[in-house]
């Protein structure tokens, strides 16, 4: 069993999924949230095994590895002195209806995980887990060597962070795609041929309701070769 332990901050739609499977693969794994371990209580006991709840500044103390799962305009609230020197796993994605505007991101000449490193001094950041669905994360970890196994495509600058960040997606289920540097992070962005589209089916017309549309698309699997053509030109 890893001994990573593995920080998710944020605890709803992609958190959870996060912490289902590190949990699962038997990591020791700390949750997260704005309003305290006091309103993880039902979650932990879902999660069972190795999960427990805690502040954020404690969460990612505890951590090797800290996943950050918060809506991307709330990163300004995350403690930068208790980030620095972690390795740390930018699931965000800037949505500027969302998020407000970044007029940083907005001319698109910075990543938004570029933006991110650039107010967290000494963190190092890779850039994952950002483009599949919440649904879809769960349901397509494999084992190493199933020829089911998906491929999640990463981008960082520290290459140490990114073995680390590797690991990580190996014990939980999925292969690596290393795309380069932080601002090759684009490739994976919202918008690009690899972001959440190709990890399902397209969803059954005949289901009335979008939300049930969306929950119910059938998964599919997505190779390390599939996630390489899809992002190579991108
Ligand atoms: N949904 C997806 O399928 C998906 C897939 C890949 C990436 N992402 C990205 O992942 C991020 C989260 O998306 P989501 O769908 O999981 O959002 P969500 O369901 O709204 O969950 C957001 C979580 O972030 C927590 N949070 C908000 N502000 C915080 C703060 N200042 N400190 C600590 N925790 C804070 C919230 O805490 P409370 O519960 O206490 O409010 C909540 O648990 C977004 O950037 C999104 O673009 C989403």
Not at 176 to 190: F, I
Not at 193 to 201: A, M, Q
Request: overall charge negative.
């Amino acid at each position: 069993m890893s001994e990573l332990v593995v920080g998710v901050i944020g605890s709803g739609n992609i958190g959870k999924g996060v912490a289902q499977l590190a949990t699962a693969a038997g990591l020791e794994t700390v949750v997260a949230n704005s309003r305290g371990p006091a309103s993880l209580v039902a979650l932990i006991a879902q999660l069972g095994g190795r999960a427990t709840a805690d502040t954020v500044e404690r969460a990612i103390e505890r951590a090797d590895v800290v996943v950050l799962a918060i809506p991307f305009g709330a990163v300004g609230d995350l403690p930068a002195g208790v980030l620095a020197g972690k390795v740390v796993v930018d699931a965000t994605n800037y949505y500027p209806g969302r998020d407000g505007h970044v007029a940083a991101l907005d001319d698109g000449g910075l990543t938004s995980s570029e933006y991110l490193a650039s107010h967290l001094p000494g963190v190092l950041l890779v850039k994952g887990l950002n483009n599949i669905d919440f649904v879809r994360l769960p349901q397509l970890g494999r084992p190493a060597g199933s020829p089911e196994r998906t491929a999640l495509p990463i981008a960082g600058d520290g290459l140490d962070a990114k073995v680390r960040v590797i690991e990580f997606l190996d014990v939980i289920g999925f292969d690596a795609l290393d795309l380069g540097g932080l601002a090759e992070g684009r490739r994976s962005q919202p918008g690009s041929p690899i972001y959440v589209t190709p990890y399902s089916r397209p969803a059954d017309p005949d289901v009335e309701d979008p939300t049930q549309r969306f929950l119910t698309a059938v998964p599919v699997p997505v190779p390390l070769a599939q996630a390489q053509a899809l992002t190579v030109n991108a």
